[in-house]
């Protein structure tokens, strides 16, 4: 996910020359706290996403308007990111709960088989 977020943080960044992008570390870090509250709260507030549009408009010389779209465009697949995670893990907790119920199920098969494997072995021990 981390990896993720620096490349959402360097599409925000990207300017109209390449000499224009921002690589100040401060900036870029704030920027990835921004994102990352959005985790925790669900979305970025409004007062961020302005303030982001106003940062990267500033740094990368594009108009605030497109910078808003740039923000809007990150928290957008930051967003579908999220919810891919989610149904992943979704998936995988549905997988992991069928194949515990299948080991469950196969080794209670087994004692049967074994307790009735033991009876008949015992039966035919005294009979001989």
């Known amino acids: 996910m981390a990896q993720s977020r620096d ?7 990207r300017g109209e020359k390449p000499e224009m992008a921002s690589s100040d570390p401060a900036v870029r870090t704030e920027t ?4 990352a509250k959005r ?8 007062g961020d996403r302005t303030y982001l549009a106003q940062l990267i408009a500033s740094r990368t010389g594009i108009s ?6 740039r923000v809007d465009n990150v928290v957008a697949q930051e967003k579908d990111a999220e919810a891919k995670a989610r149904q992943a ?37 005294d009979e001989v």
Request: hydrophobic share 50%; net charge negative; aromatic share 6%.
């Open 89 to 125: 893990a979704d998936t995988a907790r549905k997988s992991a709960s069928a194949v515990s119920i299948f080991s469950a199920l196969s080794m209670v098969i087994g004692a049967f088989i074994a307790s009735a494997a033991a009876a008949l072995g015992g039966s035919l021990r």
């Open 64 to 69: 605030q308007d497109d910078a808003q779209k």
């Open 7 to 13: 490349y959402d943080v360097d599409t925000l960044y």
């Open 39 to 46: 985790i925790t709260n669900g979305d970025v507030p409004a």
């Open 32 to 35: 990835m706290r921004i994102l």
